[in-house]
C-alpha cells in the first residue's frame, strides 16, 4: 500500500492503495464517486471517462499512482451545486440518456471537447466520441445534444 494523493473535483484526497490500482475503482469505491462506470475494464468503451488536466481520459484500467499531481473532474464535478453544466443541460434536453450507463462518459467527452475546440467540426465531435459506445441507440440524441450546443440554430 502506498500513500497516493489526488486532486479530484476541486479537493485534495490522500488514499492508501496499491499504487497499481485503477483509478476507477478508487474513484468509486474509496471516493464514492460513483458516476464514472466500469463497462468493459479495457478502455474500450468510454464508460469510465474522468477529465484529467482538462482531458477526457478513461480510467478503469490506468493506475491510480499515474494521477498524482493531476486535475481529475468526474462528472459529478461538472455541476455547481444543484445547477447542472450546460452539457448536462443538453444531453437532457436532447433526451439523450436511455439507460444512462454510459452517459456520464459522453458527458465527460463532450465536455474535454468543448474545453479545447469551442465550435468542433464535425469529425472533431466524431473523434471525441470514438471511443465511447452506447448499446441502448442514443447516439442520435448525444449528438443532437452536441449540436445544440455548438449549432443552436441549426439542433434538430
Do not use: W
Not at 118 to 130: C, K, T, Y
Amino acid at each position: 500500500m502506498t500513500n497516493i494523493a489526488l486532486r479530484v473535483n476541486g479537493e485534495s484526497h490522500h488514499i492508501d492503495v496499491a499504487p497499481d490500482t485503477p483509478l476507477l475503482f478508487v474513484l468509486r469505491n474509496y471516493l464514492g464517486l460513483t458516476g464514472a462506470k466500469l463497462g468493459c475494464g479495457l478502455e474500450q468503451c468510454g464508460a469510465c471517462a474522468v477529465l484529467v488536466d482538462g482531458r477526457s481520459t478513461l480510467s478503469c484500467s490506468a493506475a491510480v499512482s499515474d494521477f498524482q499531481d493531476k486535475v481529475i473532474t468526474t462528472v459529478e464535478g461538472l455541476a455547481r451545486g444543484s445547477q447542472l453544466s450546460r452539457i448536462q443541460q443538453a444531453f437532457i434536453g436532447a433526451g439523450a440518456a436511455q439507460c444512462g450507463y454510459c452517459i456520464p462518459g459522453f458527458i465527460v467527452a463532450v465536455t474535454g471537447m468543448l474545453e479545447s475546440d469551442p465550435n468542433p467540426s464535425a469529425e472533431v465531435i466524431d473523434e471525441a466520441l470514438s471511443p465511447h459506445l452506447c448499446r441502448c441507440g442514443s447516439h442520435g440524441r448525444i449528438k443532437a445534444a452536441i449540436d445544440s450546443l455548438v449549432r443552436p440554430g441549426d439542433a434538430s
